[in-house]
């Protein structure tokens, strides 16, 4: 590949990732066991306009079955609870795709309702913990991510480039 391009690609995916502004919040649901719907609120940046990434990691007690227990977000399926876990803590982790980050983001963003839906089997939550990357509406301060795993990668493959050649 033309070394030049591959520079390129390699700064400017640097600049991208670090300029990414990132927030996390925890709450501590601590639900009855229940079989009713359990909601929590998560609350997000005033001045985000556009969430790029998001992981939330939910601590659920009693998941029985997989793909039984749906999970949203401001009323947007992201995905299910794990199952087989009878009578055990286990944490699920879920990160949506961008379509539906699209369609999250589209909701009204002052904050982030999070749901599950038992649907009759008995569970339990315990905590939420939500990691988001955004895009904000001003020129505030913002919270610097450390340089992505991506870019790294990137960087390297271009110093390796470069030896190659050289010693070849
Ligand atoms: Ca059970
Ligand atoms: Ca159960």
């Given at each position: 590949m033309?070394?030049?391009?591959?520079l390129i690609l390699c700064l400017f995916g640097s600049i991208v990732c670090v300029n990414g502004e990132s927030y996390s919040d925890t709450v501590n649901v601590n639900s009855?066991?229940?079989?009713s719907p359990i909601s929590w609120v998560h609350t997000i940046p005033s001045n985000c306009t556009n969430i790029t990434s998001l992981t939330?990691?939910?601590k659920a007690y009693d998941v029985d079955n997989s793909d039984y227990i749906p999970v949203s977000i401001n009323g947007i399926q992201i995905g299910y609870l794990n199952g087989g876990h009878n009578n055990q803590w286990d944490t699920t982790t879920l990160t949506p795709d961008s379509d539906t980050l699209k369609q999250i983001s589209?909701?009204?963003l002052s904050s982030l309702t999070v749901e599950v839906n038992p649907g009759g089997e008995y569970m339990?939550?315990?905590?939420s913990e939500l990691t988001i990357e955004y895009e904000s509406d001003d020129g505030g301060t913002?919270?610097?991510t450390p340089i992505p795993f991506i870019a790294i990668?990137?960087?390297i493959a271009f110093m390796s480039s470069i030896i190659y050649y050289k010693i070849k």
């Open positions: 033309n070394k030049t391009i591959l009855a066991y229940t079989n939330i990691k939910i589209d909701t009204n339990e939550i315990d905590t913002p919270v610097k990668i990137l960087t």
